[in-house]
């Protein structure tokens, strides 16, 4: 499923929907601008608050070009 960035916010809890952790409940913890690019591309942090998860598999980064979040769902 495909999010429009501009539908992300900071503290926002999302579906991640990628291998191992699909299903996972996280939050939206950053969203940043990537420097190196020249395109409409974007970092979007989440951190899953699933205390079974190793301190390493806590945070996962998704990329966002062109304004879109391919692998997350926005939760309601």
């Known amino acids: ?3 429009p960035l501009t539908d992300l916010k900071i503290g926002q809890p999302v579906k ?3 291998g191992t952790r ?4 996280a939050k939206v913890t ?10 409409d591309t974007h970092v979007v ?5 699933d205390d079974s998860l ?3 598999l ?3 980064e998704i990329t ?6 391919e692998g997350c769902e926005i939760e309601f």
Not at 22 to 25: E, F, I
Not at 45 to 49: A, S
Request: proline share 5%; with cysteine.
């Open 58 to 60: 806590k945070t996962q």
């Open 45 to 49: 942090t989440l951190t899953f608050d």
């Open 22 to 25: 699909n299903g996972l409940t």
């Open 64 to 69: 966002a070009y062109n304004g879109i979040v």
């Open 1 to 3: 499923m495909a999010v």
């Open 16 to 18: 991640y929907l990628i």
């Open 30 to 39: 950053d969203i940043r601008k990537c420097s190196m690019s020249i395109k």
């Open 54 to 56: 190793p301190p390493h």
